[in-house]
């Protein structure tokens, strides 16, 4: 089955449309027998070449067997099947095209569709043929694709390289599809690859790009040939191993595997997280001359101006979407980009830490520079037009100024790492635009000034992008220095005024607080649920979900704290529907809940 839209075969084309792309080696699986001029299986588990359980802990026996690898109706299909062969507990099938396709750079592609299921590791990758530089990962791993079937939402890009385990290093990105899994159609995973740029892209998304920058001064082994893998693992390190929800067997199914010469192809471009009501571009890079475009949008979005262009703006509705554009250019008659678009959660104000009209829920501990409190406001606009401010002065003398409060009121730090919570200030302050504010979450009894990075929980920034002049800023989750502080381990907040310089400017902060999640985000149509029930909540097994009206449950996505999807169904659902969460972790969870008309909601629920 090839990529077929209007029962037009689809071809790649070139950026500058004066040539098409050069695609210089493809199977697109027409036939019924794996083709072994271009592939062949690696079999067993790995312990006959000194790599048992293939160096991750898995459970599989991959075989050539029809029962696990079957190519049929226009795909290849990997197949895992619990079975007992050997000693393992699992059949599935992994190939590559070592010695029979080996690339040095260009566009490295496959259409596929992905498995669902805990402990389910399908992966479309690459090898060094020859390990110039030593031993994995010395001479590198180019993963395009990897998947982990509890989060059908997500896929992961990543390479490998360093010095021998277990001093190996790495560096990847993840990208998540907000509406709809993996599991559910098929997409296209992509590389581009020069000598020394990788980028990574989903559908024609560019979500990720890594560059011999990224390596922190390690070798950067992507310089030699490589070669294509596929393979369907089950269990292991990463994913887990299967429990008594995953279903067998489980199919990986692959359209084709392609690979061109030419870089630089059509890609989309554009904000994929977004505020109902907002307007936005999205673009389309490298389109070729003399191209055809047609925009497609949602029902609830309204296109602006650009159809036919590669410029679209449009206005957002209440829910979230997808934005394709169908491409017809000299080389081909049809190529469809798509990119899915999300809702912001809602955050309304739920605590005021600081805003010197009250009585303040911090407390200073200590401060490098000058902190005045009650200080008439500098200048007051639309933004701040209070009487009294804080005033901060920051040594000039001192690299990393530190302003330190106590805190009680962050119950579990995860909910900032997450989003569901966040930091609000507003500021006026003398240094340039561009400046940096930091705010770290630490644990008093640990955090010593002299034992960074104990002690410390998390740490969020804001950039500033006005001078003299009072501006509103969110600030946003940078990273975790230590891994030392529990989430509910938090008890002291700093604030880090141009952390990393000998800077003496003044800082006039107001209405510092902590925004949480609404318990409805995003719902402006008139035809929402109307009286949702989530009940019982804290939840023991089930979760039932009850609305009064005609609309019709899409998609219910459960997310732990830190942000990542844990589960995600397609019930399809009216009126009623009950969720089966019997072996969830205990812990607090975010539900969000997409609907038919648009709609959609969030709260959090808490699993005993």
């Avoid at 400046?435 to 410390?456: C, D």
Wanted: hydrophobic share 35%.
């Amino acid at each position: 089955m090839k990529y077929i839209l209007g029962c037009i075969f689809l071809l790649q084309f070139y950026s500058l449309g004066a040539q098409c792309p050069k695609l210089i080696w493809s199977d697109e699986f027409d036939g019924t027998e794996l083709n072994k001029d271009k592939w062949s299986f690696q079999l067993g588990d790995g312990c006959d070449i000194n790599l048992c359980q293939w160096g991750n802990n898995e459970l599989q026996w991959y075989t050539s067997s029809k029962e696990n690898l079957e190519v049929s109706d226009g795909t290849l299909k990997l197949i895992a099947r619990k079975q007992n062969v050997q000693n393992r507990s699992y059949t599935s099938a992994r190939i590559r095209s070592l010695q029979k396709g080996d690339f040095k750079f260009g566009r490295i592609e496959a259409r596929m569709r992905l498995p669902v299921g805990q402990g389910i590791w399908p992966a479309f990758w690459m090898l060094p043929t020859d390990n110039v530089y030593g031993d994995w990962p010395q001479s590198g791993e180019l993963d395009i694709m990897e998947y982990l079937g509890h989060e059908p939402n997500t896929v992961h890009g990543t390479l490998h390289y360093g010095n021998s385990w277990p001093n190996n290093a790495s560096t990847t990105k993840d990208f998540t599809n907000t509406l709809t899994g993996f599991d559910q159609d098929f997409h296209v995973f992509a590389i581009e690859w020069s000598i020394n740029t990788i980028k990574w892209f989903v559908d024609g998304y560019l979500y990720s790009t890594k560059s011999t920058n990224d390596l922190n001064g390690l070798r950067w082994p992507f310089d030699q040939k490589f070669h294509i893998l596929l393979n369907l693992a089950v269990g292991g390190n990463w994913p887990g191993n299967p429990n008594s929800s995953t279903a067998f067997p489980q199919i990986f199914e692959i359209d084709y595997v392609r690979v061109y010469e030419d870089l630089d192809q059509p890609s989309i471009a554009g904000v994929t997280s977004i505020k109902a009501g907002d307007r936005q571009t999205y673009q389309i890079l490298n389109l070729p001359t003399n191209a055809k475009v047609d925009w497609i949008v949602p029902p609830l979005v309204k296109i602006l101006s650009g159809q036919g262009t590669d410029h679209l703006q449009v206005e957002w509705g209440s829910g979230p979407g997808r934005i394709m554009v169908n491409l017809t250019t000299d080389c081909i008659q049809s190529k469809l980009l798509q990119l899915e678009i999300s809702i912001k959660p809602e955050l309304s104000r739920s605590i005021i830490l600081e805003n010197f009209d009250q009585s303040p829920r911090i407390k200073k501990i200590s401060s490098t520079g000058m902190l005045s409190r009650d200080i008439p406001n500098p200048g007051t606009n639309s933004i701040n037009a209070s009487n009294l401010c804080g005033k901060y002065v920051r040594s000039a003398t001192q690299q990393y100024d530190v302003l330190a409060y106590d805190i009680e009121d962050i119950k579990s730090a995860a909910d900032f790492i997450s989003s569901t919570s966040k930091f609000y200030l507003d500021l006026y302050t003398d240094a340039p635009i561009g400046t940096q504010v930091l705010l770290q979450l630490e644990n008093k009894n640990q955090a010593l000034p002299a034992n960074y990075p104990i002690g410390r929980h998390s740490r969020y920034m804001v950039t500033t992008t006005k001078q003299n002049e009072w501006e509103r800023l969110a600030f946003h989750f940078l990273d975790k220095p230590g891994n030392t502080v529990s989430d509910f381990g938090v008890n002291q907040l700093i604030l880090l005024f141009a952390s990393n310089s000998f800077t003496g400017h003044t800082y006039y902060f107001d209405n510092f607080d902590i925004y949480t999640l609404s318990n409805t985000v995003g719902i402006q149509s008139i035809d929402i649920p109307k009286a949702l029930k989530i009940f019982p909540n804290p939840i023991v097994d089930q979760l039932s979900l009850n609305w009064d009206g005609n609309e019709t449950l899409l998609s219910a996505q459960l997310y732990d704290t830190t942000g990542k999807q844990i589960r995600n169904v397609f019930p399809r659902a009216k009126r009623l529907y009950t969720w089966t969460l019997a072996d969830l972790s205990k812990g607090s969870y975010i539900i969000k809940l997409i609907f038919d008309d648009g709609s959609h909601f969030s709260s959090k629920i808490i699993k005993d």
